[in-house]
């Protein structure tokens, strides 16, 4: 098969859909690889690098579009990447379709076999299944939230002018966690270990035991309810919306209304704004221009956040990727996904037709389910 995988154009985006030892073992595979030229100096990964591992350099996106059967990406492909999208190929990488019905109708409009990492499952604990695609992103963007967080903390970014951790005589800052998954777990580590005073709060018992337990007394939890969010955010410093539904999108935890008895200067940062978000006065934006202030209420709301560290989240993402491209491009589409149910998870688009029920019923589609196309 031949694998294509393109400069991200996104907003200050710096990852790519393979690195060079990625790019390896695809050719080792019997496959081809097309890159872009210049798409991976975002992590550091030049041309002669992607050559030095087989790979063959195109001048630009559109020769990989028309000529790959499988494009491998990072982020959601753009309006203009959407456009040179077509009937029999293979697009795999982040979509978040639930929140962006645009990119959805123009997916299906191309006839595109999208298959979607955040929507990939895994064998979890105690019979739950788990996101293995998601789960290396979340923990990036659960850590780089404090720093985030931290940052647009200060005065001169328009913050309360809070150090988390505080110094001897003075409080440290609170932090409130909504969420204790991976992202939410990986922001407390964060927050705990500069010294915040930090609550968490979900709603699984599970998972506040199991919070409780590795956390012990260096951060609380609280079961997640309208009534102690409020509490919770009328004392924080600063606030992570760490809330995730697989393939749908966020709830609203976190009302505008809410935000009367806030700070001024508290932060609020929204990680789940890749589905949306869950505060109401979330909207997405960039690392060009990452805050903005509601209320008094500095948010920042960056649609990518793993992709200010991008060397490191590459990597990571390559990590889990990889495995099913290989599979993918070993036995096509079709086969692997019949294999492989977690796989066959991904699916969300085939051929004008929505195959991921959550996103089907967010944006108003009939829903095709991925055992029909498999059969067909």
């Not at 990571?316 to 599979?327: D, F, S």
Request: aromatic share 4%; with cysteine.
């Amino acid at each position: 098969m031949r694998v294509g995988t393109v400069r991200e154009i996104k907003n200050h985006e710096y990852r790519v859909g393979l690195t060079p030892e990625s790019a390896r073992e695809l050719v080792l595979h019997g496959h081809e690889v097309w890159v872009e030229t210049g798409a991976g100096m975002g992590i550091g990964a030049s041309d002669e690098d992607y050559k030095a591992a087989g790979a063959t350099i195109q001048p630009d996106a559109k020769t990989i579009f028309d000529g790959a059967e499988m494009i491998v990406k990072v982020k959601e492909p753009q309006a203009v990447e959407r456009a040179m999208l077509r009937k029999g190929q293979i697009l795999y990488t982040y979509l978040h379709l639930a929140p962006d019905p645009e990119q959805t109708k123009e997916l299906i409009a191309s006839g595109v076999t999208a298959i979607a990492y955040e929507t990939v499952t895994g064998p979890g604990q105690n019979g739950q299944v788990s996101l293995p695609l998601l789960k290396p992103m979340s923990q990036v963007a659960g850590r780089m939230s404090i720093q985030a967080g931290a940052t647009a903390l200060e005065k001169a970014h328009g913050g309360r002018g809070v150090l988390l951790g505080g110094v001897p005589g003075v409080l440290p800052g609170k932090v409130v966690v909504i969420g204790g998954g991976v992202v939410g777990f990986n922001a407390a580590q964060m927050a705990v270990g500069l010294g915040a005073d930090v609550t968490i709060l979900d709603r699984d018992p599970d998972v506040l035991e199991r919070l409780g337990i590795h956390f012990e007394s260096r951060a609380k939890t609280r079961f997640s309810n309208q009534a102690n969010i409020q509490q919770e955010i009328c004392d924080a410093d600063l606030v992570i919306g760490a809330v995730l539904v697989p393939g749908a999108a966020a709830p609203k935890l976190v009302t505008r209304d809410m935000l009367k008895c806030m700070k001024p200067g508290a932060v609020l940062v929204d990680v789940a704004i890749d589905q949306g978000g869950c505060f109401e006065t979330s909207h997405a934006t960039t690392h060009q221009d990452p805050t903005y202030v509601v209320d008094g209420v500095v948010h920042y709301c960056v649609a990518n956040m793993p992709g200010a560290v991008a060397r490191t989240s590459t990597y990571a993402l390559n990590n889990v990727t990889l495995p099913h491209a290989l599979r993918i491009a070993d036995r096509g589409w079709k086969a692997a996904l019949a294999a492989d149910p977690h796989l066959a998870e991904g699916l969300n688009v085939h051929e004008g037709q929505v195959t991921y029920q959550a996103v089907a019923e967010e944006l108003g589609y009939a829903h095709r389910p991925v055992a029909d196309v498999l059969r067909g």
